[in-house]
Structure formats: C-alpha cells, structure tokens
C-alpha cells in the first residue's frame, strides 16, 4: 500500500509539531508531502532535514530567505506569503492537507484543498466558524473529505460513526470550563494574560487557551460541530466536564449514549483523521479508568459563559455573522493578552461589534475576508474609544 502523504500546515506549532510525531510513529503509512510554518525558520530547518519535503512555505520573504541560508544545498523549494501557503497546501501532491494553522489565515488553505477535492484534516477552527457554509458546500461538490482534528468534534466524528442522522437526539460537547471554573465576577475582572494562560487540562496555544477561559472556544466548536454533521444548534449543547476525559458523547433517539474518552493528548484525534476511515494501533497511553476516576459533569450556566449565547446567535444570524464573531474576538483576545482589555470585557467587546457590524450572504471566501477586515477595525475601535 503507498503512503498517505500529509501536507502539514502550521508545523512549527503545537499541532503541528504532534501531528509530525504522529507521522514518525507510521512511516508505513505516512509521508510528509510539504511543510508551512510561520516565522520558526530554526525549527522548520530541522523538520525539514528529517521529513525532507516537496515544499516548504514561510510567513514572510526574510523568514524564507533564513530557510534557505540555514538548509544551503538541502533546501527545497521554498516559498512564502499567501501564494507560498497555497503552492504547500495544493502543489506538492498531497493525499490530506493537516491544517494547524492559526487563525484567519488558515480559511484560504482549507477552501483551497477542499476545492481541488483533496482532504482536510482540520485543526485550524476558524476554517468552519468564518465560512463553514462555503467549506463544507465545496468538499461535497469535489468530493472531499473534512475530518476534525478538534478533540471534540472529533470525538463526535467517532461516536456518530454507523448511526443515521434520524436516529440522533443531540450532540453533547464537553467543555474543561477553563481555569476559571467557579471563580467570582469580581475574581474574573483581574485575571491577568499569565494566569489565564495556564489551562488545567491541556497544553494550546495562547489565542484558544484564552478562548477556552472564555468558553469562546466551545461557542466556535458549537458552530464548528453544526457545519460538519449537518445537525441544527439546538441539537448541540455543551456541558461542563472538568477532567476533560469525556470528549464529547451523543444520545440517540432511543435514549442511549455514547460517548468518546481517553486520555488529554492531542495526537489522539490527530492520528484518528489521518488513519479515517481505518484506526490503527495506539500513538498514545489508553487512559487508566480508575487513576482518571471521578468523571464529574456541570451545567454550562449561560450567565456565566455568555461567550457560549452569543456564538449560538451568530449562528443563528447566519451569513457572515460568524466570521465577524471570530475576527472581534481575535482582536479582543490579543488585546487582552498585551495589557489593553481587562479579561471580563473580551466577550463584551464581541458583542458590540456583532451588534455593530452589517451581516451579509456568506457568498464567497471574498465576501468572508471583508467581513474579517471590517469585524477587526470595528474591535479596534472599541478599543480604542
Ligand atoms: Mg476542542
């Protein structure tokens, strides 16, 4: 059998640098078609030395020009910018596109991939809240696959394997509640970025640790989940499970569930959507039931979350109301983690701007992009007023 060949966007990065692990523990199975990455040369240098890929893309020019002074004679092509990351994600043959890139700016890879029928494994979230609709809409016409990196959603991606959509009552996605689980109101208007930066149960990046402290993160998995089964939000909710252990369940028609567990390590759902539709051996320690006991399980309160309510009415308004929910909320997060915005007015400030900002047809990945870019002045503004 020949290797599935990964193109892994977002390298350098937490994902990315475990979905390479994962890759290392299946040489058999899989091989490295490309590598993107932001600014990390000296890192990327070293993946590429032992990966060897196609093509390698960077940020910017300087950071690509430090690439090829670093690999000399060992460099292969290496690009940047925008067009680089396009020429990673469709122009080194992939079989699957792992996208971890952060932000934005992995919309444009993900709708790339899809449209040329190639299959996204898709860690990068804001691919499915900005534009979930187009995304979705241009895998079913080239015929790919979206397979959720997520833990949560791809938990669902599990439990809901062989059952109907008729036989689904709802979708339940678990969420750690934050480190700030059970904290006052007053207690959370001085959280700082250094507290707010340790999550209890899993290691991220910065933007989704504090997305997570907000419950923001679960609102985007909300939307995230609606997109991939198809299933309306009020299907879908979200209950609190500090141990992170259960990572998401599903209750059928006939009252049973099931639910997906196992241990907090992200290499889990990476290697299940590059080994789908086929599960191969362990790349991780199976959880220990009785070290992991209590699985505890609360209410995701709607006053305390109201990052969770307002997700659910960006929704709601469909179009681009997603996509300004997640550009206003990108702004706000960066503001608070530079000392610019108290923690407890993050998801205020979303909301002003989704109140603020003209929601239009979700048309085009165009039409997405200009709603991103007035979302993000609106948020400056409120910041700076
Ligand atoms: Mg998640």
Known sequence: MSRKRVAVLGSTGSVGVQALDVVARHPDRLEVASLAAGSNHELLA????????????????????ALRDLLGAEAPEVVWGDDGLMLATTGAAADVVLNAVVGAAGLSATHAAVSRGIDVALANKESLVMAGELIMAAARANGATVLPVDSEPNALHQCL??????EVRRLVLTASGGPFRGWSADELAGVTPERALQHPTWKMGPRITIDSATLMNKGFEVIETHWLFDLPAEKIEVVVH?????????????????????????????QNALSYPARWAAAVEPLDLVASAP???EPAEPERYPALGLARRALDAGGTATAILNAADEVAVAAFLEGRLAFDRIV??????????????????ETIFAADAAARSEAQRHLGG
């Not at 049973?256 to 390590?265: F, L, R, Y």
């Open 161 to 166: 394997r062989g059952t109907e959509t008729a």
């Open 348 to 365: 205020p400030v979303v909301a002003e701007v989704l109140d603020t900002c003209d929601v239009t047809a979700a048309t085009s990945i």
């Open 295 to 297: 699985w505890t399980f």
């Open 242 to 270: 500090p141990q992170s252990i259960v990572h998401s369940l599903i209750e059928l028609v006939d009252g049973s569930m099931i639910a997906h567990a196992g241990p907090t390590d992200m290499r889990l759902p990476i």
């Open 46 to 65: 070293d993946q590429v030395r032992q990966w060897k890929p196609a093509v390698v893309s960077l940020a910017t020019e300087s950071a690509a020009q």
